[in-house]
């Protein structure tokens, strides 16, 4: 199953217990907020299908279109929760609460895994004007840091734009508040962009 270049397709959600058991998956790995980047191991999920106009993404490749506030699957039955430039396009409080879900889907043992914009380097990259990077736009050359203050403003898509920037310390604050360890947190990372965005690993 997949989403790519289909828009406004109307499907049933499938569980991801019952996908898994389908598709003979014995690890459940979940990558959300997927948009056009698929990877092998894990179950794309995401609950939007490619818009032309979207210069954010160029594809929607889910294995399952599902709303990732909700998850459709048993607690405790997760292995790993993958999010790759996702948080930030929710608010803040809402985020917490999703962070709890997941927390309640994973095993005990189970890995969050997340990468994402950095306030403090944002601001940072900002601060540094034309000596940082920057990206064409639509609305014209822009700092890479500012970028990620408010995400794309130009494709007039509502789940485009970026809601809540997290620092480290607050980011880490709020996943041991729920209950997580968090193992790894840096700004050297395999994605994106080195320096500027945050790489998190927490386990339940």
């Known amino acids: 199953m997949t989403g790519r270049n289909t828009p406004n397709k109307k499907q049933r959600p499938m569980n991801i217990n019952k996908y898994c058991l389908i598709n003979k998956i014995n690890a459940i790995n979940l990558h959300l907020g997927c948009g056009g980047v698929r990877i092998e191991g894990w179950v794309n999920i995401d609950n939007y299908d490619y818009e032309e106009h979207d210069t954010s993404r160029d594809g929607a490749e889910y294995d399952i279109k599902m709303d990732i506030r909700n998850l459709d699957v048993l607690d405790d039955t997760v292995d790993r929760i993958l999010l790759v430039h996702t948080v930030e396009h929710f608010v803040r409080w809402e985020m917490v609460d999703m962070l709890t879900h997941y927390y309640e889907k994973l095993k005990t043992g189970g890995e969050l895994i997340v990468e994402m ?48 920037v997290w620092t480290k310390g607050e980011f880490k604050a709020v996943l041991e508040e729920i209950g997580f360890s968090v193992e790894v947190i840096t700004n050297d990372i395999s994605s994106h962009e080195t320096g500027r965005d945050m790489h998190v690993v927490a386990k339940k």
């Open 117 to 164: 914009p950095d306030l403090d380097k944002c601001i940072e990259w900002y601060l540094m004007g034309k000596k940082a990077k920057h990206m064409e736009t639509p609305l014209g050359m822009l700092n890479m840091g500012f970028t990620q203050f408010y995400g794309n403003q130009w494709s007039k898509l509502d789940y485009e734009t970026h809601r809540y």
